[in-house]
């Protein structure tokens, strides 16, 4: 890392190779839209040699490109939605380097359409951490919201964040999410992003929704598009008319490579499973014995 990285708009991704097509696009439009240097960290499992060098020349317009690896977490946290990757998030503050002192997350499927300046250089008024509101919910979800504690009308979605990761050093951040991920059910509907609102509440800056608009109905301009849900602009053959999934491919197409296959361990995956049920019970299966679930997670951890 160079002197300079101060000054750069540090922007994170995590990927494996099935969501590489939407890292490029990601990472391509957040250098393009940015009126400053841009450095790009890419937290990733399973990127071949080809794939690596091939991003790196798409991205050549950017200031700094590095590939990190996530520490170890507990493996029955990952499901057939969500893999491991999910939580490296809540290892920001060890992954970058103390160099690096707030960060802008953008998940992979995010087409960026206006100049992530602004947001680098926003006031977090305090605050470790600003996303947008996560509006027009089901009422199933809302319901399940508020089972976990969460208020709905401040439920954030996680798909873009400015992250004092300052701030997250300094609280340690990293082992108060884990203790907190403990606490919470072992199943969660939305994963990292529970656990973000759960552990921020009341911390939480409100992001304009434009800064996260998941609509395929909007253009791109002035815009951070996400494109939340499945299938995933990689996996459609076709626009449907829609103009921001025509703009997601004319970018997809300057990078010209194939979207990257999906690769689950479907044994490891039931094994998973049956550790998050098996921890649900925990509380009542351990109550005479004097254990608890937060032991029995600590234990599996080690494993």
């Known amino acids: 890392m160079n002197k300079e990285s101060k000054h750069l708009v540090h922007v994170v991704f995590a990927t494996d190779s099935a969501t590489s097509a939407g890292l490029a696009v990601a990472g ?3 250098i393009k839209q940015t009126s400053r240097p841009v450095a790009l960290w890419v937290i990733q499992k399973g990127l071949d040699q080809a794939t690596l060098e091939s991003l790196r020349a798409f991205w050549s317009g950017a200031a700094e490109v590095h590939f990190l690896t996530m520490k170890p977490v507990p493996w029955w946290w990952e ?3 969500m893999p491991l990757l999910t939580w490296s998030r809540i290892q920001l503050e060890i992954l970058l380097p103390p160099e690096v002192p707030r960060c802008i997350w953008l998940d992979t499927d995010i087409l960026v359409g ?3 300046a602004e947001l680098w250089e926003m006031s977090l008024e305090g605050n470790s951490i600003a996303m947008a509101l996560n509006d027009k919910m089901p009422p199933e979800v809302i319901a399940y919201v508020r089972s976990i504690g969460i ?15 300052d701030a997250w050093r300094g609280s340690s951040a990293m082992s108060a999410l884990m203790r907190c991920k403990r606490a919470l059910p072992p199943v969660l509907w939305f994963h990292d992003q529970d656990l973000l609102n759960k552990h921020f509440a009341g911390r939480i800056l409100t992001l304009d929704p434009s800064w996260n608009r998941r609509d395929v109905a909007y253009l791109p301009e ?3 598009l996400h494109f939340a849900g499945s299938p995933k602009p990689w996996e459609m053959s076709e626009d449907f008319g829609y103009a921001s999934l025509r703009a997601w491919r004319e970018v997809y197409v300057l990078w010209g490579r194939p979207p990257g296959a999906k690769h689950k361990n479907k044994i490891k995956l039931k094994s998973a499973s049956a550790v998050r049920r098996f921890l649900s019970l ?3 299966l351990l109550r005479d014995s004097g254990g608890s679930g937060d032991q029995v997670a600590e234990a599996e951890a080690q494993r």
Do not use: F, K, M
Request: glycine content about 6%.
């Open 222 to 224: 002035g815009q951070l």
């Open 114 to 116: 206006r100049d992530l």
């Open 282 to 284: 925990a509380p009542w």
């Open 79 to 81: 499901t057939e939605i």
């Open 151 to 165: 208020d709905p009308n401040r439920w954030h979605n996680a798909g873009v964040a400015l992250i004092d990761v």
């Open 28 to 30: 391509y439009s957040a």
